[in-house]
């Protein structure tokens, strides 16, 4: 399932800092990021991680300010890391709302 970064920024209450069209269907870590994922920044320690992700959109908290270019979209909200879990549980009930008949069933 693919998500633009205007989508997740609707879902979130965020804003969008890059371009709100980029779309990712993964989350990574952002130390770890890859394109066409998500991560977060919400400990300063892990700041530096974000100059040098491949994640193609990072939530990050409405304070944060760049100290250099970023090749990422940002999408800034009041709390980076509920944020995310509000995402985790949107995408959760999404995935979980099945419809149909399952193939194992079977009756007896």
């Known amino acids: 399932m693919k998500f633009s970064a ?3 920024a609707e879902l979130v209450n965020g804003v969008v800092i890059g371009d709100p069209n980029v779309e990712v269907s993964k ?4 130390e770890e990021g890859e394109a066409g994922s998500l991560a977060f920044l919400s400990n300063p320690k892990y700041t530096h991680f974000i100059y040098t992700t491949n994640a193609s959109v990072v939530l990050v908290n409405n304070d944060f ?3 250099h270019a970023i090749k990422a979209s940002l999408i ?3 709390n980076s890391y509920i ?5 985790l549980e949107a995408y959760n009930e999404i995935s ?3 419809v149909g008949i399952s193939s194992l069933s079977f009756i007896s």
Do not use: T
């Open 6 to 8: 205007q989508k997740i």
């Open 65 to 67: 300010v760049p100290e």
């Open 83 to 87: 944020a995310f879990a509000k995402l």
């Open 76 to 78: 800034k909200v009041e």
């Open 27 to 30: 989350i990574s870590k952002i």
């Open 96 to 98: 979980n709302k099945k």
